[in-house]
Nanobody, 121 residues
Framework: QGQLVESGGGSVQAGGSLRLSCAAS????????MGWFRQAPGKEREEVAV???????RYADSVKGRFTISKDNAKNTLFLQMNSLKPEDTATYYC???????????????WGQGTQVTVSS
């Protein structure tokens, strides 16, 4: 099976930016719905942004206007550009893939190992 490998996490001050990447080893991921999710300590995993195979996108209300999801099908890579970061964005961020854009995170079939994002005030 293909693998998803996230990178780009780190520590940043509030107001700063980070760009996460997710490299997919299986070419057919271009046909999948891809998404970014996050989980903070003691909280449930939540959807951040999703991009369908047709390029359609959806975002959590908390990140609209600040985060942008995109993908490069030729390079099998998914991105999440995060601007105007806030301390409440601190979490482990996961890349995921699924045959359809499921509304519940626990319906997504394939996951990366996660990358930590820490935003200090």
């Amino acid at each position: 099976q293909g693998q998803l490998v996230e990178s780009g996490g780190g520590s940043v001050q509030a107001g700063g930016s980070l760009r996460l990447s997710c490299a997919a080893s299986e070419y057919s991921y271009s046909r999948y719905c891809m998404g970014w999710f996050r989980q903070a300590p003691g909280k449930e995993r939540e959807e951040v942004a999703v991009i369908g195979s047709d390029g359609s996108t959806r975002y959590a209300d908390s990140v609209k206007g600040r985060f942008t999801i995109s993908k490069d099908n030729a390079k099998n890579t998914l991105f999440l550009q995060m601007n105007s970061l806030k301390p409440e964005d601190t979490a482990t961020y996961y890349c995921a893939a699924n045959w359809y854009c499921a509304s519940s995170w626990n319906s997504w079939g394939r996951w990366g190992q996660g990358t930590q994002v820490t935003v200090s005030s």
